[in-house]
């Protein structure tokens, strides 16, 4: 029996599962840290020390007590031991492995395929694998080197410089779950999280967590009238907001658990993990169930915490995948409010409008985005070179090491987006000017000259839809690079402002008279091919002239064109004397 407890005691002093809820009362860690300074918030302060730091439980001298301590809760390499152990977080834990913010797939095949080491922009390989590699490609070392700092398994004494300082929270779950800033307490630890938790990584690449509150990166300080810095020193003009910041809704009011902290899939790019939609609020044709129907345990445990009672047979809205917004409702009258998750504010949910702009002929495959996105960042001239003779802090490594990677432009700047081909057809908003020239050769890469544009969506959402001339008359827009369209008798011409080598737009994306559409950052989007740049061109032609509320022309505008071929047709006049004058 002596033999039997002994056992027993041996193994609760070296299993890192040793500790329960239970059996805090036990623990040795509060002889030293009795301070109510060193104990976390509720609920997790009942649970003591050990359940989420590890440690030997029952050891009373410090070099006992921290072996095997995990000074960062939440980290992905022990989350299964603390946050996610049996009896917590296991879900969460199970599918936060897979997510996008935690392996990096897109990343990583996208940059990739820039650098012409695969052929499509899709792949298996994670952050992690990838910075376990022996023999990094000049990809891989890019990636070491400039984008490796920002996914969940960072440490936090390794994370890029745009989180570090007060960004920068912990590894993992506390990356999120535990507010920006230090203090002399012990973290809170929080379900309620705030966008500065966000931006640190979304200020870069397509910079949505900058746009969405209005913050346009520049090339210096003197380009803002009132700059702001950025924690890694980059500076920001202010600029029109998001109209869903600007109406006090934060990140996570719109983005469900699905998204960030995966589902268990494992998706290759962002807009495939991705749930929500415009239409998944604003309608038409809103997914709708019960909350007695809901089985997903990570909404009903959410709802939960937050007292956010609902009745079985009270309607519920769906997501795009079927996921809960357990936090919007149903009001009496039959229209829907998203309660804040952050301050428990309401907030009506406008339905679209069944009118006359949002059924357009010839506009069922834009996307909301591509009307109501204001704005996207660019950077037409982008370059991006190798300096074998400097060093540069490796996240491999953890140190700095030999090699340098630089990244240059003209001076980064915003505009409204082009536009863009999606592999389902649909048209999307895109990244104008993300062209770039690469020089990878002194790590044994090659220069590469790339016209890739991206879509996405901006997070730029304006109320007002931009207008039509500005995608029917915008050369920009139809990623034909900024310039004019110029009147012709064999059809429209395009006159770049800023024309390159060969006498083409050095902005361009395509052209007029490209024999196919260029490709973009993703397996199978492009740009408009030029049956459907003619037809978006003609179009603006007649809004030269008609008002594009204008039933007669453009309520069917293969009938109106049939009609203005006529010799003695005034729209055939006006047409001609726009091409003479131009």
């Not at 910075?131 to 490609?137: C, N, R």
């Not at 779950?173 to 938790?197: E, F, L, Y």
Request: proline share 6%; aromatic share 4%; charged share 20%.
């Amino acid at each position: 029996m002596i033999a039997l407890l002994l056992g027993i005691l041996a193994w609760r002093l070296i299993s890192p599962h040793a500790p329960t809820v239970q059996q805090q009362a036990h623990e040795h860690c509060l002889d030293c840290h009795a301070t109510p300074h060193d104990l976390p918030s509720a609920p997790h302060a009942e649970m003591g020390c050990a359940i989420c730091h590890l440690g030997n439980v029952l050891a009373a001298a410090k070099p006992e007590a921290h072996r095997g301590l995990e000074r960062e809760p939440g980290a992905l390499a022990t989350v299964g031991q603390t946050c996610a152990r049996s009896g917590c977080h296991t879900d969460e834990g199970r599918t936060v492995a897979t997510s996008l913010m935690a392996t990096g797939r897109g990343l990583i095949a996208v940059d990739r395929w820039a650098f012409g080491q695969i052929a499509l922009p899709n792949g298996a390989t994670t952050i992690v694998e990838l910075l376990a590699s022996p023999t990094p490609t000049a990809a891989d070392d890019h990636l070491r080197k400039l984008c490796a700092g920002c996914h969940l398994n960072t440490r936090r004494a390794n994370r890029d410089d745009a989180i570090s300082g007060r960004h920068a929270t912990g590894s993992g779950c506390s990356a999120c779950h535990i507010p920006a800033g230090t203090t002399a307490d012990h973290p809170r630890i929080d379900t309620r999280v705030a966008d500065d938790r966000c931006v640190g990584c979304h200020s870069r690449s397509a910079r949505i967590g900058l746009s969405y509150q209005g913050l346009a990166e520049a090339a210096t300080a003197t380009a803002c009238d009132d700059p702001v810095f950025l924690p890694d020193g980059r500076a920001a003009c202010a600029v029109t907001a998001d109209a869903h910041h600007a109406a006090g809704l934060a990140c996570i009011d719109c983005h469900v658990h699905t998204e960030l902290m995966g589902d268990g899939v494992a998706h290759n790019h962002e807009a495939e993990q991705v749930e929500m939609t415009c239409e998944s609020c604003h309608g038409p044709g809103l997914r709708a169930s019960t909350w007695g129907q809901v089985t997903d345990a990570v909404t009903l445990r959410l709802a939960s915490v937050r007292a956010a009672a609902h009745l079985a047979r009270e309607p519920v809205l769906l997501a795009s995948r079927g996921t809960p917004l357990w936090n919007v409702r149903q009001q009496a009258n039959g229209g829907w409010v998203l309660r804040s998750k952050l301050d428990g504010r309401d907030h009506a949910i406008a339905p679209t409008p069944v009118d006359a702009a949002h059924s357009l002929t010839g506009h069922s495959r834009l996307t909301c985005a591509s009307c109501h996105a204001a704005w996207t960042p660019t950077c037409a001239s982008c370059h991006t070179e190798f300096a074998a003779a400097e060093t540069q802090w490796d996240f491999a490594a953890g140190a700095v090491r030999p090699g340098r990677w630089r990244e240059t432009s003209g001076g980064p700047a915003h505009a409204p987006p082009a536009l863009a081909v999606r592999a389902d057809g649909q048209i999307a908003p895109a990244a104008p000017g993300m062209i770039l020239d690469l020089d990878a050769t002194a790590r044994g890469g090659k220069v590469v000259q790339a016209r890739w544009f991206s879509a996405f969506d901006p997070h730029t959402t304006a109320r007002h839809a931009r207008t039509c001339a500005s995608c029917h008359q915008s050369p920009a827009a139809l990623g034909l690079g900024q310039g004019r369209l110029i009147g012709a008798s064999d059809g429209p011409q395009f006159a770049p402002d800023h024309p390159d080598a060969t006498g083409l737009a050095a902005d361009r994306w395509t052209t007029l008279t490209a024999t196919a559409p260029a490709q973009g950052t993703r397996a199978g989007l492009r740009s408009l091919n030029a049956a459907e740049l003619r037809r978006i061109v003609r179009v603006g032609e007649c809004l030269r002239c008609h008002d594009a509320g204008e039933p007669r022309v453009f309520g069917d505008f293969a009938a109106a064109r049939q009609s203005i071929r006529r010799p003695a047709s005034r729209c055939a006049g006006a047409q001609q004397a726009w091409l003479l004058a131009n």
